[in-house]
């Protein structure tokens, strides 16, 4: 993929007409998203759990093109509460960015009694991308981006442990929230491939980008070595949302692939398609971890 080289948000086609929803907009890689997304025209629902950050974050937003509502993607009442009220404003949206996340926090559980990053990170998202999946068809080129790390590829699912209970260690649990969202990603792409859907399911990660993720849940150690040792390799989050923004918007992205940046260790530069860890992409994992997640959201995919 050398011709993305040098591919940038200036290289956004025209958004206009089309609707966003991008979870987690108020601050880091989702506010660097949104507001590429309304630079070119695209009307953007700004998901987030706080909305007064909400508000703040909408008001760097060109135009008028940013409406904020309200999202705790770790309480799976509130994702229902958002996908109804969207549906009875008449709101279509043509992509969702499912970017939201926590990171490596004390252990923690959400409002259903998940631990809080697979409640957050993974649940909420498979919860409402299937919600919204119908709305999401009738759209225009529809696209469901996932947003995973290259910790997906260190993640595994404790499908005995998954809230933690009998051995939680913060990063551990991050990393399998991070493989399954690769494994959702996946494993979307392929149902909605046999069912003939129009909408694509792509993968993105931003490589190692300066956000308040790794500052504002970790502590101890974890929080200082990514917050400090780490920070003057990171790139800023205009630069890291380039991936997800490449496969929310560029005409060449396919469904099933994964953008990632492309320079060396994939922490930084221009997207190019990279790899998925191969337990990410077994299509047995992909169905167990579809199976459990309509289990503990109640949420079933009209496919």
Not at 84 to 112: E, K, S, Y
Not at 144 to 154: E, G, I, K, L, P
Not at 198 to 203: A, C, E, G, N, Q
Request: charge should be positive; hydrophobic fraction near 40%.
């Amino acid at each position: 993929m050398t011709k993305h080289q040098f591919w940038n948000a200036e290289r956004i086609p025209d958004q206009s007409g089309r609707v966003f929803v991008v979870t987690g907009a108020n601050s880091g890689l989702g506010l660097a998203t949104a507001r590429a997304l309304a630079a070119k025209g695209g009307r953007v629902v700004l998901a987030v759990r706080n909305e007064a950050k909400g508000r703040r974050a909408a008001e760097l937003m060109p135009g008028d093109r940013a409406q904020v509502r309200q999202l705790d993607l770790a309480d799976l009442e509130s994702v229902r509460r958002f996908a109804d009220a969207l549906r009875a404003d008449g709101v279509r949206p043509d992509v969702l960015v499912n970017n939201a996340g926590v990171m490596a926090p004390p252990r923690t559980l959400g409002a259903q009694g998940h631990e809080l990053q697979f409640a957050a990170n993974h649940l909420g998202h498979f919860a409402l991308t299937g919600l919204l999946l119908d709305l999401l068809a009738q759209g225009t080129d529809p696209r469901v981006v996932t947003v995973s790390s290259t910790n997906h590829r260190q993640g595994r699912l404790y499908f005995d442990d998954l809230s933690g209970e009998r051995g939680y260690a913060p990063m551990r649990y991050y990393n399998q929230s991070k493989f399954a969202n690769a494994v959702f990603g996946r494993e979307l792409h392929r149902r909605l491939t046999a069912a003939g859907s129009p909408v694509r399911s792509l993968l993105a990660h931003p490589g190692y980008t300066a956000t308040n993720l790794q500052t504002s849940a970790p502590t101890g150690l974890v929080k200082l070595f990514f917050g400090r040792v780490l920070a003057p390799l990171a790139q800023p989050p205009e630069q890291g949302a380039l991936p997800q923004l490449f496969a929310a918007t560029a005409p060449e992205a396919r469904s099933g692939q994964f953008i990632g940046p492309r320079g060396p260790g994939e922490l930084r530069g221009a997207p190019t398609v990279v790899r998925v860890a191969p337990a990410a992409d077994d299509a047995g994992t992909g169905r167990r971890l579809w199976e459990l997640s309509e289990r503990l959201t109640g949420v079933r995919y009209a496919l």
